[in-house]
Structure formats: C-alpha cells, structure tokens
C-alpha cells in the first residue's frame, strides 16, 4: 500500500479592518510575514508536493502563493469551492476525490473544518491558528482517508515534530 500525506494548512492571519465580504477578506501584514515562513518550514521539511487543493477565500489564496513562493518546485494547484466554509467531514470528502496519482497533498483551508478533518483522521485535538498546519501519514489510497489509523507527524506554526505515544 501507499503512504499518503496530507498537509492541512490554515489561511495565514486575515485583515478585519475593511468592510469586505467575507471570501473576499485580504491578508494583514502579519498574515504576509507568516505565510513564507510556513513555506519556508514545508520546503525544508516535506519532499515533494504533489497537489495543492485551495479555498477560493483570496486569504486563503493569497497565504498559498506566499507558501508556494518558497517552494523549489511548486505543485498544480486546484481551487475548490468545497473547501470554503467546509466542515470536517466535508473536507474528508473533498480528500477522499485526490486521485491515486498524488502521494503528498496540501489543503489550503479554514477552521473549525481543518481542526475537525485532523481529530476525524487521527483521533487527536489540535490547535490550528492562522498559518498552521498539520502533516498528516496513512497507508493506502485517498479513497479510504479516515477509515484506517492516520499518523499526525507534525502540527503547529512553524510545526514541531510530534513525540510518539
């Protein structure tokens, strides 16, 4: 069987200032200065991305370009409307339609939907604040995500390996 990892990363800090809708909410500086960063630590961290799944929130667009800007070789990325505003289990959909073809995928999205896809696929709570992510690892296809042990290898902003229990 094949390992799959998938990276749940949270939209870098967004900008409440104006009066903009919210899917159209920019980034805030800081969220500027967090998401290279954030890409900084996956290009030093994870070998290769095969696939980025993006909301079309622009904060959340605008936190992968930042992200994929500090990749030496960025992967395709999708747009998917499922992802904006998703719950957990609706996110596990939108995980479970990857194709076989992508071994490491990014899911560039919002919480509590992240937070909740993490606790459905390893059964641990973890905190996701903006720009955060958690690196996720199976056995077997993207089809089956959720329905055997998933490993969470590393969560946080910039993320901290996790000790094994």
Request: overall charge neutral.
């Amino acid at each position: 069987m094949s390992e799959r990892t998938l990276i749940l990363l949270r939209h870098a800090k967004s900008d409440w200032s104006g009066n903009h809708p919210d899917i159209d909410r920019p980034l805030a500086r800081r969220g500027r200065r967090q998401a290279p960063e954030t890409g900084r630590w996956l290009n030093a961290n994870i070998d290769r991305l095969d696939l980025a799944v993006v909301s079309p929130a622009v904060r959340a667009r605008s936190t992968w370009d930042l992200v994929s800007s500090e990749q030496q070789v960025a992967p395709p990325t999708r747009t998917d409307v499922r992802v904006y505003g998703a719950t957990g289990s609706e996110l596990l959909a939108v995980v479970r339609d990857v194709s076989d073809d992508f071994g490491t995928v990014v899911l560039v999205g919002h919480n509590p939907g992240l937070e909740d896809l993490v606790h459905g696929l390893t059964d641990q709570r973890v905190r996701m604040p903006t720009s955060a992510l958690a690196v996720v690892v199976w056995s077997g296809s993207w089809s089956t995500a959720g329905e055997s042990f998933a490993e969470l290898r590393a969560c946080g902003r910039p993320p901290t390996e996790r000790s094994p229990s």
